[in-house]
């Protein structure tokens, strides 16, 4: 069936850092949508950013990944990392029945 | 901005005691969802429906139940309530398309004691 995994359950890097959050999936569908979702502390997930388009970067709020359907990787990336980075990641995958399927959530934590 | 409110936000329960949890949405989005999320399980699916009337299992329905009598309102019941359930409760709703965004309310913290 189909799955998301994010490799990393914890990332903690220093403020200014780049940052590069892994998600790679599996699906037999061709043409799947990724999605990153964001959860701040004490709030709800809000989507981050999607894309169905293969090797197109998408970008938003300083973040951006690129869904490449050869490695079915879609990795969360950012040059400089800020404090307000701080927060738990999910990164999603719809694909043929429209339901979301959730990788385990990276917490990233920044340090001054 | 879409909109999704959840009540309560808070509640204590005791076992074996029947909860209601309560999800109105203003989006006029055909889908909703029930998520709990629990420390090194993310985002667990329990209930989803595709419009009034219709309820469907997702990844661990044993122990709730679901119910969706209008377009706006998805509600949570643990019929009998276990301290396995205490958690935080997600409803969501979202457009009936493959790319569709989910759009998340501010979530119920349940404790069973």
């Known amino acids: 069936g189909d799955s998301v995994t994010q490799t990393e359950g914890l990332v903690t890097l220093t403020e200014g850092l780049p940052v590069m959050l892994n998600c790679t999936y599996q699906?037999?569908?061709?043409?799947?949508?990724l999605f990153w979702y964001v959860q701040h502390l004490n709030e709800s997930p809000r989507l981050l950013l999607k894309?169905?388009?293969d090797n197109k970067r998408t970008e938003h709020q300083g973040f951006h990944a690129t869904l490449h359907k050869s490695s079915s990787s879609f990795h969360l990336q950012k040059s400089s990392a800020q404090l307000s980075d701080s927060a738990l990641y999910y990164c999603?995958?719809?694909?043929?029945?429209?339901?979301?399927?959730w990788g385990s959530g990276t917490k990233l934590i920044i340090k001054p | 901005e879409a909109a999704v409110t959840q009540s309560p936000r808070n509640k204590v329960a005791v076992t074996g005691g029947k909860v209601t949890l309560s999800c109105n949405q203003t989006?006029?989005?055909?889908?909703m969802y029930w998520y709990r999320q629990d420390t090194g399980h993310g985002l667990r699916l329990i209930h989803y429906?595709?419009?009034?009337?219709?309820?469907e299992k997702g990844d661990i329905p044993d122990g709730y139940k679901a119910s969706r009598p209008s377009q706006e309102n998805f509600s949570l019941i643990l019929e009998l309530a276990t301290p396995s359930q205490t958690s935080v409760y997600f409803c969501?709703?979202?457009?009936?398309?493959?790319?569709?965004?989910?759009?998340f309310g501010a979530g119920t913290r349940l404790s069973v004691l």
């Open positions: 429906s595709y419009g009034a009337g219709s309820t």
């Open positions: 894309s169905f388009t």
């Open positions: 969501a709703s979202g457009r009936t398309a493959s790319q569709n965004t989910l759009y």
């Open positions: 989006n006029n989005h055909n889908n």
């Open positions: 699906t037999i569908y061709s043409n799947p949508f």
């Open positions: 999603a995958l719809s694909a043929r029945n429209y339901q979301l399927i």
